[in-house]
């Protein structure tokens, strides 16, 4: 993964001579992408182009956008720097497109091989976005409104299979187009000045100039903003409508759950889909790695890339790197490192157990908060030690881990889960989950590790996987009470039972391990761990502060002294025009949305998001 700083630029004519202004927007937009380095600290490119206009009221100005990207070589590390620039001859009105991307296209050979015609100038998969325009929009001949080449560009964008955030340039109808992948597993955030028009769009909130008003960019939508108009036109389109996205909501079932299929051929097909998405993973041409916690979620990750990793996945060739490394991070005796380690031993990965003194993570913990743009309290809780583990990984030059995130939504994997009063009720919430990922784990993997320049990849999110598991009847998926005291995830456990191939019952993982019991991130890396960031904000909160909390915090008011701490911390380094607002609030059980809240009295009256908080479920709930 990389970053990208795009930015648009107006001044009145005559302030200053063209040369200039040139020189100043790429000026400005190397400083937003020179703060992005941390996500791509191997090639910095920019492309800039400015030019005269009338404005709606008659005045004469100049106008500019310029690209600028931070690279994060995985993909052909010899070439590849972006932002990549196309000059097509060969369609009726030649064109030159200019695209930049962070981010993975998994099936950018289909593209390739489908446009043997298509200038590609070299093997990255993130040339596949401006291939897609050309094959979309420009080869059909009409380009003659934002509107209409927005909606052909999303069409075509349905076909993709990755993560990411992008934008393609078409410089002769000045068309930028800005789009996000389905899940949002790739940050984006886009900056509006004083009267709502498109001033910047960056991959993370602290590279947006502060003069403008900064919101997060939706997943699964690309925008589309005329240039050349005098009000720069624009127009925003979902290019991801999977009908399970209404599933919140909509009526219950719908259609792509009414199938009719065997547990059996469910846990076939779930072992089938996941299977292809992690080998879609890793494709990779650097040294690469998994997170390796010993929860379920991991360990089936880490055990799919042991079975196929003597040969590379593109073409079946002998691995360049066939002996993944495996990493765990925990306080000393954390029930995570005892598990990673009995798994790594099973897999034959070259582990790396770490472990982190609480004086350690609370030293760091502003700079996690600075990185990971989020004052909310989970995510920060389970991205300190992710931050500290990044750091460590990157140290043994690994560039590329995959990670089991996005699981625990799509299964209603979480403690709380327990508790869902019926099977729309448990299917709706995992519904609701996946839709906020982006602003919770999606976040956290991606920026804890992109702190140190490490791309997480997340096969459970894959759309494959994601449609495939949201059309299972959620009584199959259904654990605690609803379904006879199932544990939670037990059609995933069960569909890797007899290993990866699905008939090698001595290759599957460890029973104890396949059915140990769900642990969060900030649970599982020790109990302490949690504990001592609640004790510490008791000492340095004072009563008489968090008194005073919805008065110094009216939105989204902390619940907690250590909300309120890390809230403090959130505003001191983002003094920005909407940065309150990219963050969601509300009240949470053991990850929970607040909807789930109310399926329990006990859940009311907590305001702790850790699954220790459900009594009664997890086997060392709070006593309290």
């Not at 380095?37 to 009338?54: I, K, N, V, Y």
């Not at 059909?140 to 999303?154: L, N, Q």
């Not at 992710?386 to 089991?404: E, F, P």
């Not at 059609?491 to 990866?500: N, S, T």
Request: net charge negative; hydrophobic share 35%.
């Amino acid at each position: 993964m990389c970053g990208i700083a795009l930015l648009l630029q107006h001044v009145q004519e005559g302030i200053i001579d063209p040369e200039a202004f040139e020189k100043d927007l790429r000026g400005k937009a190397l400083v937003s992408s020179r703060i992005l380095r941390h996500r791509g600290p191997d090639d910095t490119g920019a492309w800039q182009s400015s030019w005269r206009m009338t404005d709606s009221g008659g005045e004469k100005k100049l106008r500019g956008i310029c690209i600028a990207h931070e690279r994060l070589s995985i993909v052909d590390p010899e070439h590849g720097v972006q932002p990549f620039v196309h000059k097509l001859t060969s369609i009726a009105a030649p064109a030159t497109l200019i695209s930049a991307a962070n981010g993975e296209v998994y099936n950018h050979k289909d593209f390739r091989a489908a446009s043997p015609d298509y200038p590609f100038s070299c093997l990255s998969d993130c040339e596949a976005f401006a291939c897609i325009y050309a094959k979309s929009v420009l080869e059909k001949g009409d380009c003659a409104s934002i509107e209409d080449a927005t909606a052909k560009f999303a069409k075509g964008m349905s076909e993709l299979r990755g993560v990411f955030s992008m934008c393609t340039y078409d410089v002769e109808h000045k068309f930028l187009f800005v789009g996000r992948d389905a899940i949002g597993v790739v940050p984006l955030y886009i900056g509006y000045d004083k009267s709502g028009k498109v001033g910047a769009v960056t991959s993370e909130m602290k590279s947006i100039p502060h003069h403008l008003r900064v919101e997060l960019f939706p997943p699964g939508k690309v925008l589309g903003v005329d240039l050349g108009s005098p009000d720069l036109k624009s127009v925003t389109l979902p290019w991801y409508t999977a009908g399970w996205k209404n599933g919140d909501t909509g009526p219950f079932p719908y259609p792509e759950m009414t199938v009719t299929r065997s547990r059996e051929d469910v846990t076939r097909g779930l072992r089938d889909v996941l299977v292809q998405s992690v080998k879609r993973r890793m494709m990779c041409d650097v040294p690469y790695g998994v997170l390796l916690s010993g929860g379920l979620d991991s360990s089936i990750v880490g055990s799919i890339v042991s079975h196929f990793r003597l040969h590379r996945v593109e073409d079946g060739s002998e691995a360049w790197y066939p002996r993944p490394h495996s990493f765990c991070i925990g306080l000393k005796g954390s029930p995570d490192l005892a598990a990673s380690e009995q798994v790594a031993k099973h897999l034959g990965t070259v582990h790396h157990s770490v472990e982190f003194t609480v004086q350690e993570a609370l030293d760091v913990l502003p700079d996690v908060i600075w990185h990971l743009e989020t004052y909310d309290i989970t995510t920060i809780r389970a991205s300190t030690p992710m931050w500290l583990l990044a750091r460590r990984i990157k140290s043994y030059g690994i560039k590329m881990v995959l990670t089991g995130e996005g699981a625990d939504e799509l299964f209603g994997g979480y403690l709380y889960f327990h508790k869902a009063p019926s099977d729309e009720e448990f299917h709706r919430e995992t519904v609701r989950k996946v839709k906020a990922l982006h602003q919770y784990d999606c976040l956290r993997a991606n920026k804890s590790l992109m702190a140190w320049g490490v791309e997480g990849r997340v096969p459970f999110l894959d759309v494959d996987v994601i449609e495939y598991t949201m059309s299972i009847d959620p009584s199959m998926k259904r654990c605690g009470r609803g379904a006879d005291g199932a544990i939670e995830k037990k059609i995933l456990r069960d569909a890797f039972a007899k290993g990866v191939s699905g008939n090698e019952p001595e290759r599957s993982l460890p029973h104890d391990l396949l059915y140990r019991q769900k642990e969060q991130f900030s649970d599982g890396v020790g109990y302490n761990w949690i504990d001592s960031l609640r004790a510490f904000a008791e000492d340095h909160v004072t009563d008489e502060e968090f008194a005073r909390a919805a008065e110094k915090f009216p939105i989204n008011t902390p619940p907690t002294k250590e909300g309120y701490w890390y809230r403090t911390i959130f505003e001191s380094k983002f003094p920005i025009d909407g940065a309150i607002d990219t963050v969601p609030g509300g009240p949470s059980v053991a990850c929970s949305t607040a909807v789930a809240v109310e399926w329990d009295a006990a859940f009311k009256a907590s305001a702790d998001p850790s699954g220790r908080a459900v009594a009664g479920v997890h086997d060392s709930a709070y006593k309290e």
